[in-house]
């Protein structure tokens, strides 16, 4: 296995030309161009004919996040605006608690004009929910890293925080759109399928199926399933490190039903395709949650989680479905309808896949781990596809055209 600490970010690297990032999405969620890419041989197709390119019997997983209205605006006394971008929960740590929190709750996040906002300084906004006025305020509890502690409170205070942020917050458009949020964006940067609030970005290889396409997976015989990845800010932090070592992965909560589980365990030879990069950390970190529970048994193991290096430092071997059938036991022993943990896996050129056979993703940024992942999955034949998508003027990122990839 190859020594992904030791890769150096600037080798995957390309010229992305500022006109070819999609700065608004099609009329048309299923227009979207599809690069093929199956033995080498890529070919091009319109997205709307996925099903034709998939083996029926196939199992795709979606992720059902939903991105939340993140960002929330306030404005001192003295006028000046303050931008706050809330990123990862922190008191309480569980995203979808976090969502159901009423009166108060604490959330790491960015703050623009940190500096003009004095430490003491509550700052306060009146908004309406459902009809009632409700004041929100904002103070500074101290710093997380790179980021801000913000407590919110608001009275009354019988409304949860998922509430609060739909009421009065923006969605928070990647930063390389480099443009304000729009009624375009409300509908255009959620997946027809989306049903957690969590996210803070799109899980965007979904933004391209439509109900009619859908509706073709179902009369080919190709099946379904849904995971929930809550996708971080930290999907957008560039590696400033110059080798792969210096660079920590951000850590995303993860939700998974135990049916999903039974099936995957119980699967025999069965093609699994992940829709997006957030559906394939996840599909893979359940491998590396049941190796654990294979490798120390009788360990009470409360929260899964995977850390960023695991699968490169452990050198026991064991069997995928040996693994998956000991998540589904513990799963069953414990009355565990869904697990529920954290990953921080990162997956680079010398990871070994366990369990996706094909991937849809969009087209990524140079020098980011998620082209470190596409370059894992497809090998040395990445530079290819991009190579290919470049000259034929392809749309790039999150409202950009989309691939399918098979290993």
């Given at each position: 296995m190859n020594e992904p600490k030791r890769i150096r970010i600037s080798d995957f690297s390309y010229d992305l030309p500022e006109d070819r990032i999609a700065q608004h999405p099609l009329p048309d969620r299923d227009a979207s161009r599809l690069l093929v890419c199956r033995d080498g041989i890529i070919t091009e197709r319109v997205f709307r004919d996925i099903a034709a390119e998939l083996p029926a019997e196939m199992l795709l997983v979606f992720n059902d996040t939903r991105v939340i209205r993140a960002r929330l605006e306030f404005f001192r006394s003295t006028g000046g605006r303050i931008e706050i971008f809330c990123t990862e929960p922190d008191t309480p740590a569980d995203v979808q608690q976090l969502m159901q929190q009423e009166e108060s709750c604490t959330v790491k996040c960015l703050v623009g004009n940190l500096k003009k906002w004095k430490a003491g300084e509550v700052l306060e906004k009146k908004i309406f929910v459902a009809g009632s006025e409700i004041l929100l305020r904002a103070e500074r509890a101290g710093e997380a890293g790179e980021l801000q502690r913000i407590r919110f409170s608001w009275s009354p205070g019988t409304v949860s925080f998922s509430q609060i942020v739909e009421a009065c917050g923006l969605l928070p458009l990647p930063p390389y759109m480099n443009r304000e949020a729009s009624a375009e964006d409300d509908e255009r940067y959620q997946t027809i399928y989306a049903q957690h609030n969590g996210s803070v970005a799109a899980p965007t290889a979904g933004l391209h199926f439509t109900e009619h396409v859908l509706e073709e997976l179902r009369r080919k015989n190709i099946h379904t399933a849904q995971v929930t990845l809550h996708v971080g800010a930290g999907t957008f932090r560039p590696v400033k490190s110059e080798t792969m070592s210096g660079h920590d992965?951000?850590?995303?909560?993860?939700?998974?039903?135990?049916?999903?589980?039974?099936?995957?365990?119980?699967?025999?030879?069965?093609?699994?395709?992940?829709?997006?990069?957030?559906?394939?950390?996840?599909?893979e970190s359940l491998y590396w949650f049941g190796k654990k529970l294979v490798l120390f048994p009788g360990k009470h193991l409360g929260e899964m989680q995977v850390g960023q290096w695991e699968p490169y430092e452990q050198n026991a071997d064991v069997p995928v479905p040996v693994a998956l059938r000991a998540l589904h036991d513990w799963m069953t022993e414990n009355n565990k309808e869904t697990l529920t943990g954290s990953t921080s896996l990162l997956i680079a050129p010398g990871y070994d896949f366990k369990i996706v056979h094909a991937l849809i993703t969009n087209f990524h940024q140079p020098q980011s781990t998620l082209l470190l992942l596409v370059a894992a999955f497809a090998g040395n034949r990445y530079r290819d596809i991009y190579d290919y998508a470049l000259a034929r003027e392809f749309r790039f990122l999150s409202y950009g055209d989309s691939s399918l990839l098979f290993r």
């Open positions: 992965m951000h850590r995303e909560e993860v939700s998974v039903s135990h049916a999903l589980v039974k099936k995957l365990a119980e699967a025999r030879g069965g093609t699994v395709c992940a829709v997006g990069t957030t559906a394939l950390r996840t599909l």
